[in-house]
Nanobody
Framework: QVQLVESGGGLVQPGGSLRLSCVAS????????MGWYRQAPGKEREWVAT???????NYAESVKGRFTITRDNAKNTVYLQMNSLKREETAVYYC?????????WGQGTQVTVSS
């Protein structure tokens, strides 16, 4: 069974930066896409970024140019570098891993952007 553990969330001022990490552990055979989603209070979960198994990266329009997703396959880890954070990006950030027959979610890490 695969488990995902996120870390790196916290309180940051508007314009600040945070780096999130998500480590996959357990019975890992193949991991296809690794990505990040977020859910703000009272809103639906939305996609943020994806790093495909083939090495491609994709971003939501709202974060392009400010967020960077990277992946370390040897460590089964995906990162999200978030720069120039905005108040409205306060949310719980979730890691998602896609395997051939299932996809998995982490427990989430809280990011609060506030002065």
């Amino acid at each position: 069974q695969v488990q995902l553990v996120e870390s790196g969330g916290g309180l940051v001022q508007p314009g600040g930066s945070l780096r999130l990490s998500c480590v996959a552990s357990g019975s890992i055979c193949i991991i296809n896409d690794m990505g990040w989603y977020r859910q703000a209070p009272g809103k639906e979960r939305e996609w943020v970024a994806t790093f495909t198994r083939g090495g491609a990266t994709n971003y939501a329009e709202s974060v392009k140019g400010r967020f960077t997703i990277t992946r370390d396959n040897a460590k089964n880890t995906v990162y999200l570098q978030m720069n120039s954070l905005k108040r409205e990006e306060t949310a719980v950030y979730y890691c998602r891993v896609v395997q051939p027959t299932q996809f998995l979610w982490g427990q989430g890490t809280q990011v609060t952007v506030s002065s």
